[in-house]
């Protein structure tokens, strides 16, 4: 039953929180739907969820028309998102969470009609097959967002190789958590920076611990489907 997948999320999100002594409402619980269908994802929503997210611009454009009744979701779109098909999502979600490039950043800037909330993609394990920018990269390209005015970098994104250590992933998500105090003292209209989407099912418990205000979490919700 996802009631009872959803409950132990949540139990899971206290307990991190307990440990961290942080507040579990500073926590965002947001639902990744990818793997699963429309009918799955509003039995969620009638859970209480109403942070969905896709990795792809198709499928959450599908799932967005599947729940056009639910007013009150919020969306998020969580994978790489090429250049093209920037005019066909930006102005349908209300975060996307894996901005990596200053062309990427300038298209969204052209085709957005409000402000988009966006997560600077960081990849901190260095990892050839990820996307994202190195961290020594990430300081110079908020800097670059100084003129810009739809492009709002609300917080940083990692993920944490799913072959690594509970130490490893400690380690990678203290450092982007620096990164982001970084970039926030910096104080940059555009880019505030005061959130981290960090963690994952099989390591949402530690990125709370590391300071996480969003967590993306899929299998745990929906089982192995
Ligand atoms: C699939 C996905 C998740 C969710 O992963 P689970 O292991 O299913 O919780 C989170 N973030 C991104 C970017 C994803 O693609």
Redesign the pocket.
Known sequence: MISDNLNGVYQKITEACVKAKRQPSDVTLVA?T??VDAVAARQLVENGVINL?E?RVDKLLEKQHDLKDQTAIKWHL??NLQRRKVKDIINQIDYF??LDSLRLAQEIEKRAETEIKCFVEVNISGEASKHGFSPEEVLNFVNELKTFQKVKVIGL?T?APLTATEAEIRVIFKQLKKLQTTVQDLEIEQAPCSELSMG???D?GIAIEEGSTFI???????GAM
């Open positions: 990744v990818k793997s997210a990795n969580i994978g969470h894996a994104m993920m994952m099912s099989n949402f993306r979490v899929g299998r745990m919700l929906f």
